[in-house]
């Protein structure tokens, strides 16, 4: 398609935004760059999101491939794309989306050493690892560039939460009670990151998750459990926080750290916004 057609696609795509958004809050979008870190279950649902609401640029960093074990709940993954690298997928199917829209691709771990290289140049950044230490790094990263960043989490049996962090808020380490707030990422740290999901595990049994899959969690021996729902929820909140991140509607506010987008679809109120009464939260809990 040429340059006109894709301008005309565009403007064509998103005439249901109007009656919602404003046009200058759609060129606001159009005009956004936001990076993903991670096309999984989380990330997966919320670059399509993001680019079925518009926003222009999208920068997708994720080093792996899929496997049959993303099937039940990536929504970028398909038989046909086993093997095939999460990121460049991605891209494809965000063009078939807008072929206007700008896809960056990276297949590359972030690390302390590339950190800042790979999350400049964007205004909005959206943790959708599963690593905690990665995560560590993308929130420090993300503050020390004054840009905004989103975390979340996904939780066995059917829990979840969004939250988002800006120049102005609480740090990262801070609200979730890391020991390694202002500390050097060594290994024994790097450690202490880790067993944090291994007591994330443990506790997820008190609140519905199998025992024999915790302990088998704990011992290596299965992996993370997400249902797709869930997953794809969580997706859905974080994207909705970017795009009032980006439009900056004063009566639409973002979930500011230590505010949290709590989910809980076991729940009859399956999501709210909670404030933690001690001031930050514990992120074995979660």
Known sequence: MSLIENRE???NSFTRNFGIITSEE???LRNARVTVVGAGGVGGITLIQLARMGVGKLHVIDQDSFEESNLNRQMLSFVSKINSPKAEVAKEILHDINPELEVKVTREFVTEENAHDLLGDTDVIVDATDNLVARVIIHRTAADMGIPSIWIAV???FRGGVMCMTPDSLPYEVVMRHPSYQQPLTPEMREKINQIKDERAKYSVSQGALPEWAD???KREAPWAV???VANIVGVLASF???KLIIQRPDLL???APNLVKVNLASVQMVQVEAPAEGSWDNTLL
């Open 9 to 11: 696609l565009y403007n």
């Open 227 to 229: 249902l797709a729902p």
């Open 216 to 218: 088998a969690y704990v």
């Open 241 to 243: 926080e970017a795009f």
């Open 155 to 157: 939780t066995p049996p």
């Open 26 to 28: 759609q060129a606001k």
């Open 254 to 256: 973002p979930a500011v």
